[in-house]
């Protein structure tokens, strides 16, 4: 029986035009299996017997190798056939005896480590990501599970990226990576390496030999890894990763402790699961290709061979693995967070936009830093986001600002809504596009008015001055400018001996009129108006547009009905009033 299923695996393999395998599977045989059907074997694949024999050799001579470079290597397939739902039960049973898991978790870690044991069925391996964030729960224990029951588990505190390509190629392991700092290391040569070994196309060339003999070989990368650290991957390798987010356990949670050495359980799950792979390679290497919606191109790419695997071992078990995969690499909110950061800047756009047709650069990067905990507010060296660098971030997209007409306000270098449609369509499928949904963090950018403490005789003088017609030093216009009590005695015996009078803190003194930038437009002449209690710098002409553009840009603004009594809110944005500040509007 055992005869007639290894000669099946054989032509199967030569049916499908995968000399490999069958050469492979011909290295398995028994020497007297094999000499029996060496010459026709050959024949069907097209070399000479003596070519056959070469390859048979040299494969048996690495697999030896491989066999024994750890003991837990060697394994004896299990003497029965495996039920493949009951297999998956155990192996989900394992992790969540030894480590507590967030929900979903488990189902996904059966499918991946059955997974390893039939990886090069398939075109690509999803790899695992745990990551925690913190020290202390729980990513070593799992990361140990991994190692005793994946395929040829392989746990290694260090790799030179030569070690890593001949280790892929020669022994097809399952890398089992715990904190190791040059995964992180986006100018480690080993990036490469693992970026492009989680499909079957990944490849490392080197050269060997010396002088005139130098010559050029490739080594497969292809292969499981697994992922433990604290944080997260980076970028390019989370999109190639099942994400399993560990926290610390609770006082009231409780699991086994496991001792980092193998046992007879580890061993039974070993041999059920190469019995199970060898008895359904075959089936799923033929299986047709997947589609799941909800499931992006690539999420869709690594969760395959998992959604496979469940098929073929049926039960309630294809069912659960599309829901795990739905929950834990979904379009949705409880799927993928690892994003682009461009794909984020898209959502902050979109959000900013609101219902707005058009909006002014100046505007949508003032929207953009408003909020501290998004990262445009220190975009670069703790630096806000410029609209320069707006504009390299919008390129790929194949967005670019143009001159747009906002009415009452000056036209000015922005961007059109139309413009980014299509890249929000693609890019942030589902997202509510109201601009009530652009929360930012308030943060308070109006010095509150202290309440006056002087005399009604003094005060009148106060006010007198409040049109900026007797005392040019006084603008309260910039949000971002607390007010200070300044007690200052009076002169003549009858006067009080001290008032309060509300000046900016950082006062600079008497500002010529030519210096005097409008908060509008930027250009310098502007006269002081007052608004509701507020100074702010502007032209005769750019008063209207201005109050109308800073209602546009802060939803919570009340304008009252009655003349000249404009309620501004206290956390609104902020907007410059001295002639030094006001550059970084009118600019």
Partial sequence: MKKESAVKRID???????????????????????????????????VTVATL?????????????????????????????VDGAALLTDLAQQCTRYVVLPEHAAPALALWILHTWVFECFDITPYLSITSPTKRCGKTVLMTLLYWLGCRGKKTDSMSKAAIYRSAENEKPTLVLDEVSWVLDLKDDRQGILC?????????????????????????????????????????????????????????DKVERLRRRDNDDFARLRQQCLRW????????????????????????????????????????????????????????????????????????????FGNDEAMRSIDLVAKLIADPERPWADWK??????????????????????????????????????????AWTVYCPGQNTSSADFSISKRRSVGMPMKS????????????????????????????????????PKSGPHQSTSATVELPSSDPGDIPSALRRCAHCGKPGAEPWDLNGR?????????????????RAAPTTERKAAKGTTTWPLDGPAFPEFWGGARACGS
């Fill in 277 to 352: 792979a060898q008895d359904n390679a075959a089936a799923l290497a033929q299986a047709p290709p997947m589609t799941l919606d909800g499931l992006n191109d690539r999420a869709l790419d690594f969760w395959e061979p998992l959604l496979t695997i469940a098929d073929r071992v049926e039960g309630e078990w294809p069912k659960l693995a599309r829901s795990v995969a739905l929950e834990l690499s979904g379009d949705g909110e409880g799927g993928r967070d690892g994003d682009d950061i461009r794909v984020e800047l898209l959502k902050d756009i979109r959000a900013a």
């Fill in 381 to 422: 060296h703790g630096r806000a986001l410029t609209q320069k660098q707006l504009g390299g971030l919008l390129s790929p997209f194949g967005i670019c600002s143009e001159t747009v007409s906002i009415p009452g306000l000056n036209d000015a270098k922005g961007y059109k809504r139309a413009n980014f449609e299509e």
């Fill in 53 to 81: 024999d070469r390859e048979v050799a040299s494969l048996r001579t690495k697999q030896k190798s491989a066999d024994n470079f750890l003991p837990h290597w060697s394994v004896e397939p299990w003497p029965e056939a």
């Fill in 12 to 46: 199967d393999a030569i049916a499908r035009g995968a000399p490999k395998s069958a050469i492979e599977q011909l290295a398995s045989l028994s020497p007297i299996e094999y000499g029996q059907r060496r010459k026709e074997e050959a024949k069907k694949l097209g």
């Fill in 535 to 551: 100074r702010v710098h502007l032209h005769p002409g750019c008063q209207h547009a201005w109050a109308d553009n800073q209602e």
């Fill in 453 to 488: 403490t002087q005399p009604d005789d003094f005060r009148s003088v106060a006010e007198a001055s409040g049109d900026g017609s007797k005392n040019g030093n006084l603008s309260y216009s910039h949000a971002g400018f607390d007010t200070s009590t300044l007690r200052k």
């Fill in 196 to 252: 492009g070994g989680f499909e079957r196309n990944g490849y490392v060339e080197v050269c060997e030999g010396e002088g005139a003999d130098i010559t050029t070989r490739r080594f497969s990368t292809y292969c499981p890894k697994a992922f433990g650290l604290i944080g997260k991957l980076t970028a390019t390798l989370t999109d190639r990763s099942i994400c399993i987010p560990l926290d610390r356990k609770r006082r009231t």
